[in-house]
């Protein structure tokens, strides 16, 4: 599904302060598990961003509900992080976009 340009825009902003706050993150004391859900999200970040350019993608939407839920599990000091992947996650669904159509 392709995405409109300003819905594009914004996602590509929340994907820098992402990028921001898992370099932060990974300057933390972070168990294994906890290290490990970074680098899944930064992966996930690659995939949005260069795979599949910012458009829609039913899989990689479903994993945003699987980090959020798994950042109070795994990491102690989330809330940034948890605020910007629920935005994305506003913005990335597919409902959103075709209201902006």
């Keep these: 599904m392709e995405t409109p340009q300003a819905v594009r825009a914004i996602i590509e902003l929340k994907i820098s302060e992402l ?3 898992i370099r932060y993150q990974l300057t933390r004391n972070l168990t294994e598990d906890g290290r490990s859900l970074i680098y899944t999200i930064a992966y ?3 995939q ?5 350019e910012y458009k829609y993608n039913k899989q990689l939407f479903d994993y945003l509900e ?3 839920n798994d950042l109070p599990v795994l990491l102690v ?3 940034r992080l948890q605020t910007i992947l629920g935005e994305i996650k506003f913005f990335y669904n597919p409902e959103y976009k075709e209201h902006m159509k």
């Design 77 to 79: 000091d989330f809330t």
């Design 66 to 68: 699987i980090f959020y």
């Design 19 to 21: 990028k921001n706050e």
């Design 44 to 46: 996930w970040a690659k």
């Design 48 to 52: 949005v961003m260069f795979n599949n």
